[in-house]
């Protein structure tokens, strides 16, 4: 199985940037992908970005532009740089990896932008 932990989120004024890591343990060799989702109270739980093994990515059409999703083979972590934050990216992401065996969520981590 695997295990994933976030850190990084916090609050922060509109137009300002915050950095998420997600670090994976366990059967990481299974792991064929990560990405990040996100949910806002009251509101369903929303893919943001992708990344394979092979590098691929792919975003939400919302966070385009301004969010990069990255990896780094060696650490088995993978990191969400959000630039130009809005209110509206207010929530709680979650990071997940795809594996051999199932999909394995983060416990989540709180993003608050403020305007």
């Known amino acids: 199985q695997v295990q994933l932990v976030e850190s990084g989120g916090g609050l922060v004024q509109a137009g300002g940037s915050l950095r998420l890591s997600c670090a994976a343990s366990g059967s990481i060799f299974s792991i064929t992908a990560m990405g990040w989702y996100r949910q806002a109270p009251g509101k369903q739980r929303d893919l943001v970005a992708t990344i394979t093994n092979s590098g691929g990515t792919n975003y939400a059409d919302s966070v385009k532009g301004r969010f990069t999703i990255s990896r780094d083979n060696a650490k088995n972590t993978v990191y969400l740089q959000m630039n130009s934050l809005k209110p509206e990216d207010t929530a709680v992401y979650y990071c997940?990896?795809?594996?051999?065996?199932?999909?394995?969520w983060g416990q989540g981590t709180q993003v608050t932008v403020s305007s």
């Open positions: 997940v990896a795809d594996a051999f065996d199932g999909r394995a």
